[in-house]
């Protein structure tokens, strides 16, 4: 069976493309190939992956009107047609959402190749809600975006794929719990905060965690790991760098993020599909501050899921503030047994054989 899996854009975007890949490779022996666009994350991680892959010229579909959304349609002409020969001859293509996957589908339904669609968020987006007219079928990480495709189109509730790493910290947590005490130089004796705004940082998250700390700063029961982004630890590192209790650590960026998930007690972060389907599959209760400017506001929807499972506590951008953070902090990470409830809530929320159901989806319409 050849697939050919077509998205990408940010991180979050390409790990559940790659674990899908895993999947086909190992459950049904599939030959892989990837498209994305050339200038996406998808162009480094998906070789560092082991599968080939394929850029091509991409553009986001636009709303407004502007000098990009009329060009738009052009560069998408010529990417469906560089993609032509790419998907010919494949027994099916998967479109992962968002621009990168339309020019791979468009060629796929032009040669008559079958599709299916996979989309992450709560709220569909433009581009799935077009193409799912055209798709065999459409797995979906939340119950919630079924109602938002047209009426006759296929839908599946897959789960999100989740990376081969990740899925390994509810039976091997202790394990590599005692590596990230050592890795992330933490101390074993005090409760975990890991604090992240996805695989690109998030500013304001990273501005109102810094001042928090002087709220939290007598607190030495508490650490937090705080994964700033690349261009914003010194946001966080200043407002470290004074006499406290409270143990802080600030990185850039980790590749590793089944250790941060290993020893969190308790997560503050985003809500992107990726970092919901990881954190719930691991059993970790959260504060989730959904990034506002998201395509219709679909973080939000995410983490209404969350919230509505019991496993998640919701603070809009809009009212985040230092002090009402700490608060937020110090409230849940004095009440334990809170803590576990939602851990537990966000464990039966979450779905850890999504890549399984996704293949099995992707298997069907290649039959």
């Known amino acids: 069976m050849r697939v050919v899996i077509a998205g990408g854009g ?22 892989v190939e990837f498209i994305g666009s050339s200038s996406g994350q998808e162009a480094s991680l998906v070789p560092a992956a082991g599968f080939a892959f394929h850029g091509v010229a991409a553009t986001p579909l636009r709303r407004e009107l502007s000098l990009a959304s009329a060009r738009a349609p052009i560069v998408a002409l010529g990417s469906v047609r560089a993609c032509g020969p790419l998907v010919r001859g494949a027994h099916v ?74 899925r390994t910290v509810p039976s091997s947590r202790d394990a590599l719990a005692a590596t990230a005490w050592d890795t992330l130089d933490l101390d074993p004796g005090r409760s975990t905060i890991v604090v992240f705004g996805g695989s690109q940082g998030a500013l304001h998250l990273d501005q109102a965690i810094a001042g928090a700390l002087a709220r939290l700063g007598d607190r030495d029961d508490l650490q937090l790991l705080v994964l700033t982004g690349r261009e914003k ?28 998930y290993a020893v969190a007690d308790l997560a503050v972060a985003r809500a992107g599909a990726t970092s919901i389907a990881e954190l719930s599959l691991c059993g970790i209760p959260s504060i989730l501050i959904p990034y506002p400017h998201a395509t219709d506001d679909h973080q939000t929807a995410n983490a209404r899921e969350l919230v509505r499972a019991g496993a998640a506590v919701l603070c809009p951008d809009a009212e985040l503030s230092p002090n009402g953070l700490a608060t937020d902090i110090a409230t849940l990470m004095d009440d334990p047994a809170r803590r576990t409830t939602m851990g537990e809530c966000a464990s039966a929320w979450s779905t850890p054989d999504a890549d399984v159901r996704l293949a099995a989806l992707v298997r069907e319409a290649a039959s």
């Open 233 to 260: 630890l010194e946001v966080v590192a200043r407002a470290a760098d004074r006499p406290m209790a409270l143990r802080v650590r600030a990185l850039p960026y980790l590749d590793r993020m089944e250790l941060a």
């Open 93 to 166: 293509v998967v479109g992962m959402g968002g621009y990168a996957s339309v020019p791979a589908v468009l060629a796929a339904r032009r040669s008559g190749v079958p599709v299916v669609l996979h989309e992450q968020n709560a709220v569909p987006g433009l581009a799935n809600r077009l193409l799912g007219r055209v798709a065999a079928s459409v797995g979906l990480s939340f119950a919630d975006a079924a109602a938002r495709f047209p009426a006759g189109v296929v839908v599946a509730l897959t789960g999100n794929p989740v990376r081969a790493q990740v």
């Open 10 to 31: 940010t991180a979050g975007h390409v790990f559940p493309a790659v674990a899908l890949a895993d999947r086909l490779v190992a459950d049904h022996g599939a030959e």
